[in-house]
């Protein structure tokens, strides 16, 4: 079974510009959530989505959104890019309720995004 | 809100010794708690979990957590370093019960000396 793919892997943009990063979950899986890394503030929840709806959200300003598709891939999009936004951004997926290990998120390799 | 602990950023050990990485949260629940492990330029691997029931959990790669409830910790530990071990590793809780949304530590990067 492959596992969560993301892409791109590598992203540079420059500020006040907007990306938009995609998440392929894991064949089946239909919750996908999003964290951000950084070396200053570890890694944290960005959001996650169930069923095409938003379910969770963690503490991040507006800019910071997303959505999820009827096949569970999912983007995420960050609009006017600050020089703070530069990260690793993380997919994860996990299974839907009633299957095995659906307590179990399982990461994608990341998007490394460098705002200049 | 969770809050997750863990005790040195940096945990440096000899090839063939003991791994004892810590890690403690805050919660009063019995959450349900995961160890991670990050390879450089790389996702994260997941290499145990503990939801409930034994308080002693094998992971993968001869990794084990032991759930100690009175003190709200799940150490992990090696027997024997190997030098495929150096890595981040991070401990995680869960705020919810379907554990989709997860509170990480801050990580510790071990190193394994020759």
């Known amino acids: 079974k492959a596992g969560v793919t993301q892409t791109p892997r590598y992203l540079i943009k420059t500020r006040g510009q907007q990306v938009t990063l995609s998440c392929s979950p894991i064949?089946?899986?239909?919750?996908v959530s999003w964290y951000q890394q950084t070396p200053g503030q570890g890694l944290q929840f960005l959001f996650e989505?169930?069923?095409?709806?938003?379910?969770n959200k963690g503490n991040f300003p507006g800019r910071f959104s997303g959505r999820q598709f009827s096949n569970s891939r999912s983007e995420m999009n960050v609009s006017t890019l600050e020089l703070g936004d530069s990260a690793l951004y993380l997919c994860a997926s996990s299974a839907k309720p009633g299957l095995p290990n659906t307590d179990t998120q399982y990461f994608g390799p990341g998007t490394r995004l460098t705002v200049l | 809100a969770q809050s997750v602990t863990q005790l040195g950023s940096h945990v440096s050990v000899s090839e063939g010794a003991l791994v004892l990485l810590r890690c403690n949260y805050s919660s009063s629940v019995p959450p349900y708690l995961f160890w991670y492990v990050q390879y450089p330029n790389q996702g994260l691997q997941l290499l145990l979990k503990y939801t409930t029931g034994a308080t002693l959990v094998k992971g993968i790669n001869g990794f084990e957590a032991e759930f100690k409830k009175s003190e709200t910790s799940c150490h992990l530990t090696k027997p024997s370093a190997h030098m495929s071990d150096a890595a981040e590793y991070f401990c995680?809780?869960?705020?919810?019960?379907?554990?989709?949304?997860?509170?990480f530590g801050q990580g510790t990067r071990l190193t394994i000396n020759p």
């Open positions: 064949s089946g899986h239909r919750s």
């Open positions: 995680a809780v869960s705020e919810d019960q379907g554990a989709q949304k997860l509170v």
């Open positions: 989505y169930f069923s095409e709806t938003q379910r």
